[in-house]
């Protein structure tokens, strides 16, 4: 059973930066596909960002694209993903959740089997 835990979030000004850590465990990290979701009160969960299991490919959503970064690191079994650049409406739970690498990386959440617990990001105005 793979266990996901992130962290790294926190409250930031707007146009500071975080960058949020995500920890896997109970399997082998480099067979899966990770992936960033966040999810704002009141708003169905959303991607930000995914990235294939050898970090060859990525996937931003146009809100995020040129602002945030995906990265891993398979030694580390850590997903990574640096935020620039925030804006108020970036506030929401951000979660990170992974699945078994197949020929297309997923970019919605019913692609995805495993996920974290949240960390929560909030910017102020």
């Known amino acids: 059973q793979v266990q996901l835990v992130e962290s790294g979030g926190g409250l930031v000004q707007a146009g500071g930066s975080l960058r949020l850590s995500c920890v896997a465990s109970?399997?082998?990290?480099?067979?899966?596909?990770m992936g960033w979701f966040r999810q704002a009160p009141g708003k169905e969960r959303e991607i930000v960002a995914a990235?294939?299991?050898?970090?060859?490919?990525?996937y931003y959503a146009d809100s995020v694209e040129g602002r945030f970064t995906i990265s891993r690191d398979n030694a580390k079994n850590t997903a990574y993903l640096q935020m620039n650049s925030l804006k108020p409406e970036d506030t929401a739970v951000y979660y990170c959740?992974?699945?078994?690498?197949?020929?297309?990386?997923?970019?919605?959440?019913?692609?995805?089997?495993?996920w974290g617990q949240g960390t929560q990001v909030t910017v102020s105005s």
């Open positions: 959740a992974s699945h078994l690498s197949r020929l297309r990386l997923g970019v919605i959440k019913e692609d995805y089997d495993y």
């Open positions: 990235i294939s299991r050898s970090g060859g490919g990525t």
């Open positions: 109970g399997g082998t990290f480099s067979n899966y596909a």
